[in-house]
């Protein structure tokens, strides 16, 4: 609470929240209306790129749609179960709903 209200205080007009997956996106979701901002986006491994603790993927890579088989090189064991677990979570979830439009309603 303390924090959100020192993050409302500052009026901002954008805020980017980078505490990791699925932390962020918790935190936007629960507290990102309550501060006040016109938009509130977790911004995942952003900060470490641009600060230069993280590289990067090359730039085929990058062009190709690969930069997160880049990042899981660099840290498997840290984004396995957001890369595998939980996109194919997600995954399954989305093709669910997609079959459940395609049937035509019964009367």
């Known amino acids: 609470a303390e924090i959100v209200e ?3 205080a500052t009026s901002p007009q954008f805020l980017f929240v980078g505490l990791g997956m699925p ?3 918790v ?3 629960r507290y990102g209306p309550a501060t006040g901002a016109a938009v509130t986006m ?3 491994g952003s900060f470490d790129v641009l600060s230069g603790s993280i590289r990067r993927s090359p730039v085929w890579m990058q062009k ?3 930069e997160w088989l880049w990042r899981f090189t660099l840290e498997p064991r840290k984004r396995f ?3 595998f677990v939980e996109n194919a979570a997600f995954l ?3 093709y669910r709903e997609y079959r459940r439009g395609r049937r035509s309603p019964r009367d």
């Open 23 to 25: 932390e962020a996106e």
């Open 6 to 8: 020192r993050i409302r």
């Open 27 to 29: 935190w936007c979701h």
């Open 42 to 44: 977790s911004v995942g």
């Open 92 to 94: 399954l979830t989305a």
């Open 81 to 83: 179960r957001a890369i």
């Open 64 to 66: 190709a749609g690969l």
